[in-house]
């Protein structure tokens, strides 16, 4: 893809067949610097100091974990109010995702299995941070999880017989 943060361009091209895929996908419109498709370099937002946690890597590496904990002195240091609005940024994206992630599922077969979660959770200003590396943050691990069939399928279906099949091809695969 041209860009990193164009997911209604990366389902635009996804071919589905009949035999089972498994398919990944990761939305770019919620990493750093949250921009939507049709935005360009004077819509991104801005932050003071060396994008967030990145700031004390030097640190970091010569004092084998120090940097991850606060530290005090002159090193810039972020806040839940001053980062608001990459906050609101990122939400703005994610409302975006969710008309995406519904074409997505329109244009899946009806018994496509969905799975859909995040890598990471991401830093506001708690702690002083922002971002979601290289510290140790309760933040960072907060991930969503959704899984289920296809909200499309016509007919009720029996979950247990479906998670059997689904580990079955796993098996067969040498997954499980």
């Known amino acids: ?9 990366i389902v635009a091209r996804l071919r589905f067949s009949r035999e089972p895929q498994f398919i990944f996908v990761n939305a770019g419109e919620t990493h750093y610097p949250y921009a939507l498709p049709h935005e360009g ?17 030097d640190d970091f590496l010569n004092n084998a974990g120090d940097a991850a904990r606060p530290s005090s002195g002159d090193a810039i240091r972020f806040d839940t109010e001053s980062l608001r609005p990459l ?15 519904a074409d997505l599922i329109e244009k899946a077969p009806p018994n496509t299995w969905f799975i859909i979660t995040a890598d990471h959770g991401e830093l506001f200003g708690e702690g002083g941070y922002f971002g979601h590396g290289p510290v140790i943050h309760e933040k960072v691990f907060e991930v969503f999880f959704v899984e289920g069939k296809n909200p499309r399928i016509a007919e009720a279906t029996n979950i247990d017989h479906d998670q059997a099949v689904i580990m079955a091809r796993l098996r067969k695969l040498g997954y499980a």
């Open 87 to 101: 906050w609101q940024k990122q939400v703005a994206c994610i409302e975006y995702l969710d008309g995406v992630v």
């Open 1 to 9: 893809m041209p860009t990193h943060n164009d997911l209604a361009a």
């Open 41 to 57: 370099p004077n819509d991104l937002p801005r932050i003071p100091g060396v994008h967030g946690v990145w700031r004390d890597l």
